[in-house]
């Protein structure tokens, strides 16, 4: 049997098309181009790096990093990593965070944990950074109740009450959408992002979940942020246990060496070398001689003004007598005590030694 179709009357329109849709809508004229006119010929001041790698630019104000992996990749352990960094000046599982300024905060939204995970990850942080507890630079807001419209709307209103917010973490950042593959839905979300970094200068650092089938930051929303952001890094969980950071895409840098941590249970935390999470034995700052203390002093306050902050101390420690953090303080004790540093008004100073060695 042939079945033909119904001819079409005048006017006639097809089931279910709104014709009206066909229209697209008037897009709305810039009205001062000029306001968008790059000056090529302009000197641009110096980028707000606030997170590195290696010494490698990962994430500076004005940019979006994307941490991604399969769950339990330990992904947010290295987001926390970042602002456990930022907030102790301590270079954390291979990751050295600086706010440009003294008053500057850090702002993490949690979309996934409840409380007691949350507070279980955030006491883990105060541990790697050898805190006894946050100051007023951590702001950190659960969000795990709030839909996605809510959560972006508390972001706005957050970055409007605190102008110091320099370094925002959202864990995770599947949260700030209802369908990730809806085209639309993700351009306004990215739309969103580029609000903030014109109206605030924050560098944010988003979590996404990698699809455990292809391997790629999940749905259309992570295929636009790996194009938006300025660095994609990637957690796995290999097959020994370890966790493996690698840099997928640096827009602003060379790629930094893939390295390895791994959670070790001597100290109940993570860690990167066996070195630093053996007890320091052995030599202790009072079994070397004052004359090698000060010749390993006249190096560290060689690249200086004549004094330094007790953090940069700590740190230049650690990297001449290549012991960890713990041993380095127990030094700085030992030098006030044997006076061959004091403090002044604007950090330490070097003393030079009353007799000859």
Same mark, same amino acid.
């Given at each position: ?12 329109? $097809?089931?279910?098309l ?13 009205? *001062?181009?000029?306001? =968008?006119?790059?000056?090529a010929?302009q ?22 990093? !994307? ?11 290295v987001? +926390? $990593? ?7 000046? %301590?270079?954390?599982?291979g990751? #050295? ?5 003294e008053?500057?905060? !850090? ?6 944990? $409840? ?14 950074? #050898? ?9 950190v807001?659960? /969000? ?6 809510? @959560?972006k ?15 925002? !973490? ?7 959408? %209802?369908?990730?593959?809806?085209i639309?839905? !993700?351009?306004?979300?990215?739309? /969103? ?12 650092v988003?979590? @996404?979940h ?22 994609? @890094? ?11 950071i690698? $840099?997928?895409?640096?827009r ?7 390295? #390895? =941590?791994y959670f070790?249970? *001597? ?25 090698? +203390? ?14 330094i902050?007790?953090? #940069? ?10 012991? %960890? ?7 700085? @004790? +030992? /030098? ?8 002044t ?13």
């Amino acid at each position: 049997m042939i079945i033909k179709s119904k001819k079409k009357k005048p006017g006639d329109r $097809s089931p279910g098309l709104n014709t009206n849709n066909l229209s697209p809508n008037p897009i709305e004229a810039i009205t *001062n181009l000029d306001d =968008f006119l790059f000056d090529a010929n302009q000197k641009l001041p110096d980028e707000q790096v606030v997170i590195r790698i290696q010494d490698k630019l990962i994430g500076s104000v004005g940019n979006a990093v !994307v941490i991604t992996g399969k769950p339990k990749s330990r992904k947010s352990v290295v987001a +926390h $990593s970042i602002i456990c960094s930022a907030i102790s000046g %301590n270079n954390i599982l291979g990751i #050295e965070s600086n706010l440009p300024g003294e008053d500057d905060q !850090v702002c993490l939204i949690d979309t996934e944990q $409840s409380n007691h995970d949350l507070s279980k990850s955030l006491n883990r942080l105060k541990q790697l950074g #050898e805190m006894d507890q946050f100051d007023s630079k951590l702001l950190v807001y659960s /969000f795990r109740s709030l839909n996605a419209d809510q @959560i972006k709307k508390s972001i706005n209103s957050i970055l409007d009450k605190n102008n110091n917010i320099r370094l925002l !973490v959202i864990d995770g950042g599947l949260d700030l959408l %209802n369908n990730m593959n809806d085209i639309m839905e !993700v351009k306004e979300t990215i739309d /969103f992002l580029k609000q903030l970094f014109t109206k605030h200068q924050v560098c944010v650092v988003m979590v @996404i979940h990698q699809s455990k089938s292809t391997g790629f930051t999940i749905g259309h929303w992570g295929s636009f942020m790996d194009r938006f952001g300025q660095t994609n @890094i990637e957690v796995s969980k290999l097959d020994n246990g370890n966790s493996q950071i690698k $840099s997928q895409h640096m827009r602003s840098d060379a790629d930094f060496q893939t390295y #390895e =941590f791994y959670f070790n249970h *001597n100290i109940n935390n993570y860690s990167l070398h066996w070195s630093e999470t053996k007890d320091v034995t052995g030599i202790d700052p009072e079994d070397i001689t004052l004359e090698d +203390h000060q010749n390993k002093l006249d190096i560290i306050f060689s690249d200086t003004t004549g004094s330094i902050t007790y953090k #940069e101390l700590i740190n230049q420690i650690q990297k001449i007598y290549g012991k %960890n953090s713990t041993w380095a303080k127990k030094c700085v @004790i +030992h /030098f006030y005590d044997q006076n061959l540093i004091e403090k002044t008004l604007t950090g330490i100073k070097q003393n030079l030694p009353k007799t000859p060695f």
